[in-house]
């Protein structure tokens, strides 16, 4: 398989990895999952965030990488950046979820909690 046959089966797998349909990571939970944040949106990345927009990097394979070839950013909104598919929305930001009181609440980055 040449490099560039490598590089198109990555980039679909990712494509497709990105598109599936999930369930639900809480036990015993049959919903599909939707976009969940790795990071609190109404924390950290509120107070990164350039009217309501981040930069990520964009992808970039490992092959190119150790070719020099530069990294690249990517500005993204607030509500795409840094998700995945893990809990149902019930579970996620529900009533039930052990995640609602941390996203709700606000965040003061100081010099002490830095």
Do not use: W
């Not at 490099?3 to 639900?24: I, P």
């Not at 107070?47 to 150790?66: I, P, S, Y």
């Not at 530069?70 to 996620?92: A, E, M, Q, W």
């Amino acid at each position: 398989m040449t490099e560039r046959e490598v590089a198109n089966t990555f980039d679909k797998s990712l494509r497709a990895a990105k598109t599936k349909t999930r369930g639900c990571m809480y036990p015993d939970c049959d919903q599909q999952a939707t976009r969940s944040h790795v990071f609190q949106k109404n924390g950290v990345l509120s107070l990164l965030a350039e009217k309501q927009h981040l930069f990520t990097v964009d992808g970039v394979r490992t092959h190119q990488f150790d070719q020099g070839s530069p990294l690249r950013s990517k500005r993204v909104g607030i509500n795409d950046v840094y998700t995945f598919k893990g809990f149902c929305k019930r579970h996620d930001l529900g009533p039930l979820s052990q995640f609602k009181g941390c996203e709700k609440s606000s965040v003061t980055v100081s010099p002490s909690n830095r």
